[in-house]
């Protein structure tokens, strides 16, 4: 028997509060509900305004996969840089320290 499991995931690349500034990366997996809590139509800008700061002083940028039904909504990053520096918070290179 075979099951596909289909996910809604952000990825998110922010500031925290403590140290002041200090860049770091999450990935929350979306529920059913948080997906119907997001203003329609889902664009960058609802998907934005949805999403709670919490541990994060700031936002800067993220990325989103959101399966609505049958359809994928895709958010890329604003831009390479931030998508590179969320790689670089969530998978450190163990030789660098």
């Given at each position: 028997?075979?099951?596909?499991?289909?996910?809604?995931?952000?990825?998110?690349?922010?500031?925290?509060?403590?140290?002041?500034?200090?860049?770091?990366?999450?990935?929350?997996?979306?529920?059913?509900?948080?997906?119907?809590?997001?203003?329609?139509?889902?664009?960058?800008?609802?998907?934005?305004?949805?999403?709670?700061?919490?541990?994060?002083?700031?936002?800067?940028?993220?990325?989103?996969?959101?399966?609505?039904?049958?359809?994928?909504v895709l958010i890329p990053w604003a831009n390479e840089?931030?998508?590179?520096?969320?790689?670089?918070?969530?998978?450190?290179?163990?030789?660098?320290?």
């Amino acid at each position: 028997m075979k099951y596909t499991v289909r996910k809604s995931v952000i990825r998110i690349l922010g500031e925290i509060w403590l140290p002041y500034g200090m860049k770091a990366a999450s990935e929350i997996t979306l529920s059913d509900h948080d997906l119907r809590n997001i203003e329609q139509p889902i664009t960058r800008e609802t998907v934005e305004s949805w999403l709670h700061v919490g541990d994060f002083s700031r936002i800067i940028d993220f990325e989103a996969d959101l399966e609505i039904g049958e359809e994928t909504v895709l958010i890329p990053w604003a831009n390479e840089e931030n998508e590179l520096a969320y790689q670089d918070c969530m998978y450190p290179d163990p030789d660098s320290e």
